[in-house]
């Protein structure tokens, strides 16, 4: 009996242990549950967290913010596009022989008439020896015909020779003459041939490509050398044809190219609209002299049709679209989140800023960084740029 009774006091101890152990996990679980996720805006003491986050407090870097600027910006069209030389010169060959010697080679700066390569001329050479004797002998028969009719003449006027001779003389003037009609277009010809031999630079430039070795048979027409002409490049760019009315000769172009900038001029605009994209081709020429870019470089530019000053500007990625279209920027008004609603103007994409016509002033401070969502009231805690280095100490909140 009293081991019974023992027993049973065991048990009931057993069962209140297991109840007081279940409290304490559900109050732990509870507690667990209450706490906020990482990196969530946190309420500030005594606010009770309000309604639509208006006490909510978030921190940002300085790079999330911008300060719009009275500054200038260019109205314009952006136009893209490779620089190409403006010349390009094939040099082939005017005569088949072999390649005596070659003096040139890619990337060599070359100035008109300057000797690029030379053929083996002693056939050449030899004909027109030959050419020259036979213009020399053509003109000692002629002067002798002509003689020859002068004395027949006189004789003719005395009565010593008949008609007949009279006008073989003059036939004998006649051949002379032709005969070194002949001789003289045969001089031309291997004169010309014997020229060839030497292969010149048609233009003042750059040896692009060579296409021929010392000592190689080359055929006539065969390719040697391509020169380029790169003192002026040349960019053909598409520009839409609503746009294309705001173009004309001369209109300045601003360009960047291997992160430098450089200005040029539109020299032609094209005459017609392609009926595909339906844009009109416009080519604009940038002074090269100093050689500083490479014919084939990729560069975006922009034809300046007008210079806003004094403009007020924020960066493009401050500006957020509303519902109905309408666009706003968030500004920081005493630390707190306001909502603007702002008209836009012009956009310069490279520079990456944007014209506000209205809805913003100079000196206002916006939210420009990609921070999630935004409310209007929300507070707002700028960390200075130093924050963190003397021990962890807390950053005081910037107001604008």
Not at 85 to 96: H, N, Y
Not at 255 to 265: H, I, K, M, V
Not at 301 to 326: D, F, H, K, Y
Request: aromatic residues 2%.
């Amino acid at each position: 009996m009293q081991e019974t009774k023992t027993a049973a006091r065991i048990a009931t101890v057993t069962l209140l242990l297991t109840a007081v152990a279940a409290c304490s996990d559900a109050r732990s679980e509870g507690a667990e549950g209450a706490r906020p996720p990482a990196g969530a805006p946190v309420a500030g003491p005594g606010k009770g967290g309000g309604a639509g986050g208006r006490d909510q407090t978030l921190t940002l870097s300085p790079t999330d913010v911008a300060v719009a600027r009275a500054t200038g910006i260019v109205d314009g069209i952006p136009i893209t596009g490779n620089l190409r030389p403006i010349e390009t010169v094939m040099v082939r060959a005017r005569l088949e022989g072999d390649l005596q010697g070659v003096y040139v080679r890619e990337g060599d700066r070359v100035r008109a008439g300057q000797l690029l390569a030379r053929f083996e001329a002693v056939e050449q050479q030899s004909t027109l020896q030959s050419a020259n004797a036979d213009k020399a002998a053509a003109e000692g028969d002629l002067a002798t015909a002509e003689w020859n009719l002068r004395q027949s003449e006189d004789l003719f006027k005395a009565g010593a020779i008949a008609e007949g001779e009279l006008r073989v003389a003059r036939n004998s003037v006649s051949t002379a003459r032709a005969r070194l009609a002949a001789a003289n277009a045969r001089v031309r010809t291997t004169s010309t041939s014997a020229r060839d031999t030497r292969v010149l630079a048609p233009t003042s430039g750059t040896i692009e490509r060579r296409f021929v070795e010392n000592g190689e048979h080359v055929s006539n027409g065969a390719q040697m050398f391509s020169v380029v002409r790169n003192n002026v490049l040349e960019l053909a760019a598409a520009v839409p044809e609503r746009l294309a009315g705001s173009v004309a000769t001369g209109q300045p172009v601003r360009f960047l190219a291997n992160a430098r900038t450089f200005e040029g001029r539109v020299a032609r605009v094209s005459p017609t609209v392609d009926p595909l994209s339906r844009s009109v081709t416009v080519y604009v020429q940038v002074p090269n002299s100093d050689g500083a870019l490479k014919g084939g470089t990729f560069a975006t530019g922009t034809l300046l049709a007008r210079n806003i000053t004094e403009a007020i500007t924020v960066p493009i990625s401050a500006i957020r679209s509303a519902l109905g279209g309408q666009q706003i920027v968030y500004r920081v008004e005493n630390g707190t989140l306001d909502t603007a609603s702002v008209q836009v103007g012009v956009k310069d994409d490279r520079a990456g800023i944007a014209e506000i016509v209205s809805g913003v002033a100079a000196g206002d401070t916006v939210v420009s960084g990609n921070v999630g969502s935004l409310g209007r009231g929300m507070k707002i805690q700028i960390v200075a740029p130093n924050a963190g280095r003397a021990g962890g100490a807390a950053a005081a909140p910037r107001q604008p």
